[in-house]
């Protein structure tokens, strides 16, 4: 929100509209085209039967310009946005730099509140209760700083939450003197959802403030009980920070049902926006009570849009996350999990065969879906990634965590069969022959 784009001479929004509607026919691309016709594929068909359809998903793939030289299986990162969504975002970039405030702050600016409505359609909750954000990190440190805590009081997380919200934790604990516990689980879970509930129970005593734990985590993709924890937590007055940052567009739920205090996300890793997406889920409730990082007028206390008040910054970016809510629910998000769950059965039930891997993600579909993670027994994970990309230009990332350790395998819907398979026989490969070679 700029507090200020209301005064000064208004263009007409007729001159707008104008403006806006030059530039896309100039792009030569129809925004509804491409979801249009991937939409239709699936007509009448469930998520399961189109799960292994490759020529449906061939339309999807070449929905994306990629460089196929190489197997992008670090999706986790940030993916890739289908073509339709980058052409949104340098058509709005190419507006805003011809005239910033006026295209920019003062006719691309409010299209923020379609992305928020947008956002809370597809999540399942008020639109009054989503701040549009640039990525998790933003997000979930907007909880985890805003929340009044005492010296003494007390913060439970997890060993394997994501590395930045744990230094954020440890900073107030540091410059607050409030206590942090962190818990361990074995990976995979051998008790599934009520372990990881119990051992949270575990950890609460009187002056357990907040519990702050992963939707998905980024690590062997775990998935945790939300709504379980959420009540227990609320039955004891203490607040519930989730980090949603891997689950938002990669499997279907609702925020409503999750019950959770707030819900941080990434929308540049699975919704396929455009770099430097997020967005921040407040129960309302909380809303006057958390305070903004950037500190914003007492007027906006009770607004969500306080947590947006960052100072000048491009709207080209949220503004195309409208284009990939388009593109993802012509897709529809059931059927993207069953893709992506799918793919990975695809190299899991190759690789569980050799005798020294061990996947460390459950297949159980409560417990996972497409990001999972694998160990060789006596090959460092750091060198398997290291000659996948050497010797077969595959990106799987190598995750240390003290722990355990493993290669973290996330593709996407753009990633082909062949990939996988490529993906699977080069695992192979190295396993034998570094089994035959071990130096
Ligand atoms: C579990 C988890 N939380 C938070 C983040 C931070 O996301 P971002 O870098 O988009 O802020 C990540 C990034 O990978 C993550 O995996």
């Given at each position: 929100m700029y507090p200020n784009y209301k005064e000064g001479a208004m263009v007409s929004r007729r001159e707008l509209l104008h403006?806006?509607?030059?530039?896309?026919?100039?792009?030569g691309i129809s925004s509804v085209a491409i979801p249009a016709m991937i939409a239709g594929g699936a007509a009448g068909r469930t998520s399961a039967e189109t799960a292994s359809d490759e020529v449906y998903?061939?339309?999807?793939?070449?929905?994306?310009?990629?460089?196929?030289?190489?197997?992008?299986l670090n999706n986790g990162f940030a993916s890739p946005s289908p073509r339709v969504v980058h052409e949104a975002?340098?058509?709005?970039?190419?507006?805003?730099?011809?005239?910033?405030?006026?295209?920019?702050?003062?006719?691309?600016?409010?299209?923020i509140e379609s992305v928020r409505r947008g956002i809370a359609a597809e999540a399942d909750c008020d639109a009054?209760?989503?701040?549009?954000?640039?990525?998790?990190?933003?997000?979930?440190?907007?909880a985890q700083l805003g929340?009044?805590?005492?010296?003494?009081?007390?913060?439970?997380?997890?060993?394997?939450?994501?590395?930045?919200?744990?230094?954020?934790?440890?900073?107030?604990v540091r410059r607050d003197g409030i206590k942090l516990t962190k818990?361990?689980?074995p990976v995979p879970v051998p008790g599934g959802h009520a372990e990881l509930a119990a051992r949270i129970e575990a950890a609460i005593t009187p002056r357990t403030r907040v519990i702050h734990f992963c939707h998905i985590t980024n690590l062997t993709g775990q998935i945790f009980p939300v709504q379980r924890i959420a009540r227990m937590a609320r039955a004891r007055g203490i607040k519930t920070i989730v980090d949603g940052a891997h689950a938002f567009a990669h499997f279907p739920y609702s925020l409503r049902e999750l019950e959770c205090d707030y819900y941080g996300v990434s929308l540049h890793k699975w919704l396929l926006a455009p770099i430097g997406n997020g967005?921040?889920?407040?129960?309302?409730?909380?809303?006057?009570?958390?305070?903004?990082?950037?500190?914003?007028?007492?007027?906006?206390?009770?607004?969500i849009r306080k947590f947006e008040e960052i100072g000048t910054h491009p709207a080209a970016n949220h503004n195309a996350v409208a284009e990939a809510l388009k593109f993802h629910q012509a897709i529809g998000c059931e059927r993207r999990a069953a893709r992506m769950r799918y793919l990975r059965a695809r190299w899991q039930d190759r690789l569980e065969k050799l005798p020294t891997v061990k996947i460390l993600t459950s297949r159980d579909p409560a417990q996972s879906c497409g990001l999972a993670m694998f160990t060789v027994a006596g090959i460092p994970a750091e060198k398997i990634s290291r000659q996948l990309w050497d010797k077969h230009r595959i990106v799987a990332i190598s995750i240390v965590h003290p722990?355990?350790?493993?290669?973290?395998?996330?593709?996407?819907?753009?990633?082909?069969?062949?990939e996988i398979d490529t993906f699977a026989e080069a695992v192979e490969r190295i396993v034998r022959a570094e089994s035959r070679d071990p130096a």
């Open positions: 403006k806006v509607g030059t530039i896309g026919l100039a792009s998903w061939r339309e999807i793939q070449q929905a994306f310009t990629l460089d196929r030289t190489f197997i992008n975002l340098k058509r709005y970039l190419d507006l805003s730099n011809e005239a910033p405030y006026t295209y920019m702050a003062q006719m691309l600016e409010p299209g009054e209760e989503i701040a549009i954000t640039r990525n998790s990190s933003e997000a979930l440190q907007i929340i009044d805590l005492k010296p003494g009081d007390e913060v439970i997380i997890t060993n394997q939450d994501y590395g930045r919200m744990i230094t954020t934790w440890e900073q107030r818990i361990s689980f967005f921040l889920y407040v129960r309302r409730e909380n809303i006057r009570s958390t305070w903004s990082l950037q500190p914003a007028l007492p007027a906006l206390d009770d607004n722990e355990f350790e493993g290669i973290r395998v996330t593709p996407n819907i753009y990633t082909t069969l062949d």
